[in-house]
């Protein structure tokens, strides 16, 4: 029996060895949303997938649905936002961006703004100074909370959630007038959390 293969692009979250040459991923999809996938074999000299699935990395991942859960396919990569980093802080903005997908986004639901919100971002952090990484996480980070339903779209962040273009959402913000009003949304939400 052939099960259906399913090509999407992915950020490689987190990865955690198993049974010795294989490999257990926790994947932020396009098409999907967060899932948990494994690979045979990529610790192995031979594996293809080894440099790709990476921690941090964009991929292009074949993925098939079996009976015990996903399977990673075939793998392309698109880089690794992580090694692409000039200095310390920008390394630091893209960790704290993946932790907050890993902490919120929860199972297979299409988010497809959340994908691409977090990719403009990870790209975004790369190569810039610390005052731009930190609005950078501060716009991602209301954004996706608004999308998962924590954060109340009536605010005075409006045109920041509502924007369906990030950088266009970006350009919006305003340290004097939202700083204060991020921060006090982000004391609120671990309250809220379901975590």
């Known amino acids: ?116 919100d977090a990719c403009v971002s990870l790209k975004t952090a790369t190569k810039n100074s610390v005052r731009v990484c930190k609005q950078l996480e501060d716009v991602f980070q209301v954004r996706m909370l608004a999308d998962l339903g924590y954060v109340d779209t009536k605010t005075l962040i409006k045109d920041i959630v509502e924007s369906n273009d990030f950088n266009v959402a970006f350009s919006y913000y305003n340290k004097e007038e939202h700083a204060h009003l991020i921060e006090s949304i982000m004391d609120e939400v671990p309250i809220l959390s379901h975590l």
């Open 1 to 116: 029996m052939s099960y259906p293969v399913y090509t999407t692009d992915a950020l490689v979250c987190s990865s955690v060895f198993s049974n010795g040459s294989d490999r257990f991923y926790q994947l932020f999809t396009e098409r999907f949303g967060m899932l948990y996938a494994s690979a045979r074999g990529v610790r192995k000299e031979s594996s293809r997938q080894r440099f790709a699935m990476q921690d941090f990395s964009l991929v292009r991942v074949s993925l098939i649905k079996g009976r015990m859960g996903w399977i990673v396919g075939s793998v392309e990569s698109n880089g690794n936002v992580f090694l692409n980093c000039d200095k310390r802080h920008n390394r630091v903005t893209v960790i704290n961006i993946v932790r907050l997908l890993r902490r919120y986004v929860q199972g297979e639901q299409v988010l497809s703004r959340i994908y691409k």
